[in-house]
């Protein structure tokens, strides 16, 4: 995994997370923006890859936080997705580094 993929993954962690709180709305517009760049840039490395399943995650995430089509599900349930969001993402992250080392 490239260091690019473990930044955009952590970025997204951190931004996932920080939805949880009480945040001005701009920051879920922001945080809606950069979700689609991040989950549409690792939905191209996957397919690069190769890796089906995440490529039809990421680009599934993609689509459902898009800004441009926006879809009203309620913060209850936005904070679920968020925290879902973060555990693939750091599962991804883990299965990745382990992948890695049994790689060398």
């Not at 701009?26 to 979700?35: A, N, T």
């Not at 680009?59 to 926006?70: G, M, T």
Request: charged share 15%; aromatic share 12%.
């Amino acid at each position: 995994m490239s260091n690019s993929d473990k930044i955009i993954k952590i970025v997204l962690i951190v931004i996932f997370i920080g939805c949880l709180a009480d945040m001005p709305y701009g920051y879920f517009q922001l945080v809606r923006f950069l979700g689609m760049v991040g989950f549409g840039i690792l939905a191209f490395k996957a397919s690069s890859r190769r890796n089906n399943l995440f490529l039809v995650i990421w680009l599934a995430s993609a689509i459902l936080i898009n800004p441009i089509v926006k879809i009203s599900l309620g913060r209850a349930l936005w904070n679920v997705i968020d925290v879902i969001w973060a555990i693939i993402l750091f599962a991804s992250l883990w299965a990745e580094k382990a992948n890695d080392k049994e790689n060398e």
